[in-house]
């Protein structure tokens, strides 16, 4: 089915692990957007693109990267885990309206 | 920067009573989106309103874009258990949607009893 996929859908991280989390749509969209969601605070904006080999900060880009080497992919990495991205993370592509991902919750202990 | 207030944060009602929630911002409204979310799952797309005085229906839940207000209101008739979760707004920050996404409220939590 059409859509943006993440993976994966859960991870424990320990304090200064990195990790990938993974975003993929197979809609052809140029633009992407990576939100994390903290309890009670809505989503805010991390980094997205506005197609392949551009990408820009959003609202809270500090602890993360991304790249976007093709269309359809537009991976957030984390490379020293902190408590406080504990959150839960999801992806989104946009042409005429927006398409979200599922969903990653990510627990940093 | 645009900020979205959502009103009221959390909101208990009597399954089939009516309710209204409110989503106001600090600019003009380009492009309002409403989105559900079931506690621990993803972003389900309820409406979408563009233009001053739109209003757009899916099967008990109608939603009212108001310009000159700068506001957004969803409104659910005969609440079933299966509106309860929480709903967002986001804004889009220019006509056509900006490049760096929309800006969301913080949502209010439904919750529906029995």
């Known amino acids: 089915n059409a859509g943006v996929t993440q993976t994966p859908k859960f991870r424990i991280l320990k304090i200064g692990q990195s990790m990938t989390l993974q975003c993929t749509q197979d809609m052809n969209h140029n633009y992407m957007y990576w939100y994390r969601q903290d309890p009670g605070m809505g989503l805010k904006l991390i980094y997205y693109s506005v197609g392949a080999g551009i990408t820009d900060k959003g609202e809270v880009p500090n602890g993360y990267n991304v790249s976007r080497s093709t269309t359809e992919d537009f991976p957030l990495r984390l490379e020293l885990a902190a408590p406080s991205q504990t959150s839960v993370y999801f992806c989104a592509s946009r042409r005429d309206g927006y398409t979200f991902g599922s969903g990653t919750r990510l627990t940093v202990v | 920067s645009q900020e ?39 972003l389900i797309f309820l409406m979408m309103l563009q233009k001053g005085g739109e209003e757009k229906s899916h099967e008990k839940i109608t939603a009212k874009l108001d310009e000159k207000k700068q506001q957004s209101s969803l409104h659910i008739t005969a609440s079933q258990p299966s509106h309860a979760g929480i709903y967002l707004c986001g804004a889009d920050p220019e006509v056509g949607g900006g490049a760096d996404g929309l800006t969301f409220g913080k949502g209010t939590h439904l919750i529906i009893q029995p």
């Open chain 2, 4 to 42: 979205l207030e959502q009103s009221p944060q959390s909101l208990i009602v009597q399954e089939g009573k009516n309710l209204t929630i409110n989503c106001t911002s600090s600019k003009t409204l380009y492009g309002l989106y409403w989105y559900k979310q079931k506690y621990g799952e993803g």
